[in-house]
């Protein structure tokens, strides 16, 4: 006998994000190595002290780590992106049912830090991960490709060290 499944909203439901992310997860592995906590030290000076509350920084750097690993170059792709992923969420620490930062926020955050605070973090990412053994050193990669080049034979000069 053929079954038919027909969706139906339910009113409560028993969901934990935790349950439905294996333990070999990417980012749940990278979860439980990182420790962020120093960021609100480092970040603190670029900060006011009246008006809104900004976004965590420990969250927008997540954010800014699963553009970088997923080869999410805007804002508003990498929001849209982490709305869809469990495991994207569960890393940054969001539930199903919170809303994520606008990407204009992430903008407007990534141009209030100087560019040595970014070094700063994504160097200790490195470390952190490196130290765990999710990074090693015996692989490496290179990509190229052959272009043709464009230049005009007539215009070359030499040039004498």
Not at 5 to 11: A, C, D, N, R, V
Request: proline letters at 4%.
């Amino acid at each position: 006998m053929q079954g038919k499944k027909t969706y139906q909203e339910q009113l409560f439901t028993h969901f934990l994000l935790s349950e439905r992310i294996p333990e070999h997860n990417f980012y749940r592995r990278l979860k439980s190595v990182l420790d962020l906590e120093y960021l609100y030290k480092l970040t603190a000076p670029y900060y006011g002290t009246s008006g809104q509350k900004s976004i965590d920084p420990v969250v927008f750097f997540k954010l800014c780590l699963v553009g970088y690993l997923e080869n999410i170059i805007t804002d508003r792709k990498l929001i849209q992106h982490s709305s869809m992923r469990l495991d994207i969420l569960f890393f940054i620490g969001y539930g199903l049912e919170d809303k994520l930062p606008w990407h204009s926020t992430i903008s407007r955050t990534r141009k209030l830090f100087p560019e040595s605070v970014f070094e700063t973090v994504f160097t200790k990412v490195l470390e952190l991960c490196t130290l765990k053994g999710m990074v090693s050193g015996h692989t490496q990669t290179i990509d190229s490709a052959p272009i043709k080049a464009n230049a005009s034979m007539d215009i070359i000069e030499l040039k004498v060290p």
